[in-house]
């Protein structure tokens, strides 16, 4: 046998790739590639894409109500500046004349308001002091708010013609006798002595328009006494204040020198913390009346206002 036709089989054997050899499975796997960063690529675009429409719906919906929130702060800011400025607190004015009470209203930015007068003996409280205001010392009241005064007047006793003319009648006589003299302490009985009972009214009671102040007078004296006041016929009622600690009496007296020999009790209260006015109907025919203030402590801070329709 020949040699040249003897064919040696030889096991398979790593042969290194040779160029064009095995191409398509490269393509394929370069084609895997592609597809698998596209998704990516659309992901990175969608998301950039959303940012972009959210960035601009956010500005838009700026530009539709951008001003309204500044406007709300700035109104919130405003009226709380406002609010700061318009409280201030109200001052005592009682006991000085009318124009230091002026002055020291329009200092703390007030001013003064109606005024009104009461008949007061010129021993007790010179004529033309302020003897109460409404509101009341210490109240936070808006900035130009009013302060309504009542303002001590003197009686009028000078009238020395009447007398000259009158010398010789008995009436002139009559008129210029002194009042008597004050009652007693006061006790848990003088209750008995009232045939109107006091009783509380409503706090705005000084507002209604029916009614005509004839007197008013605060103070914390255990004895005080006013001048002559003048009634006519219509009614009249007397109201009492007594702000202070539990327990005290205080009474309002009243005299007519033209038909009294005494003085008459009017009203009679207990003292308790607050200022709750007690209401008496006062009965009497139109006449000249004198009225007394009895109390049996300085403690107490007790306000008479005497009133006719």
Do not use: C
Request: proline share 8%.
């Amino acid at each position: 046998m020949d040699e040249s036709d003897v064919t040696q089989v030889m096991p398979p054997a790593d042969e290194p790739a040779v160029p064009g050899e095995g191409a398509p499975d490269a393509v394929a796997e370069d084609a895997a590639r592609g597809r698998a960063r596209l998704p990516r690529r659309w992901l990175a675009a969608a998301v950039v894409l959303v940012m972009l429409l959210v960035a601009g719906l956010g500005v838009f919906l700026g530009m539709q109500a951008g001003g309204e929130p500044e406007r709300v702060v700035e109104a919130g800011t405003d009226s709380e500046e406002k609010a700061g400025a318009e409280e201030v607190v109200v001052p005592d004015l009682r006991g000085m004349t009318l124009d230091r009470a002026t002055t020291d209203a329009e200092a703390a930015g007030l001013v003064i308001g109606a005024t009104a007068t009461a008949i007061v003996a010129p021993s007790v409280t010179p004529a033309g002091t302020v003897l109460s205001q409404d509101p009341l010392p210490g109240a936070e009241v808006a900035a130009g708010t009013e302060i309504s005064l009542v303002i001590a007047e003197a009686a009028a006793e000078e009238q020395p013609p009447a007398e000259t003319s009158g010398g010789s009648s008995g009436g002139g006589t009559a008129e210029e006798q002194p009042p008597p003299a004050p009652p007693g302490d006061l006790t848990i009985d003088d209750f008995s002595k009232l045939v109107a009972k006091p009783r509380v009214i409503d706090p705005n009671f000084f507002v209604l328009q029916q009614w005509t102040t004839k007197l008013e007078h605060s103070d914390t004296a255990l004895q005080w006494t006013s001048g002559p006041v003048d009634f006519g016929g219509g009614d009249k009622q007397i109201i009492l204040n007594a702000d202070g600690p539990n327990g005290y009496l205080v009474a309002v007296y009243s005299w007519d020198s033209a038909t009294s020999t005494d003085w008459k009790m009017q009203s009679i209260i207990v003292s308790q913390p607050g200022e709750l006015p007690y209401q008496t109907i006062f009965d009497v025919p139109a006449s000249t009346q004198t009225f007394m203030v009895k109390s049996m402590s300085t403690a107490v801070y007790w306000t008479l206002t005497v009133q006719e329709k």
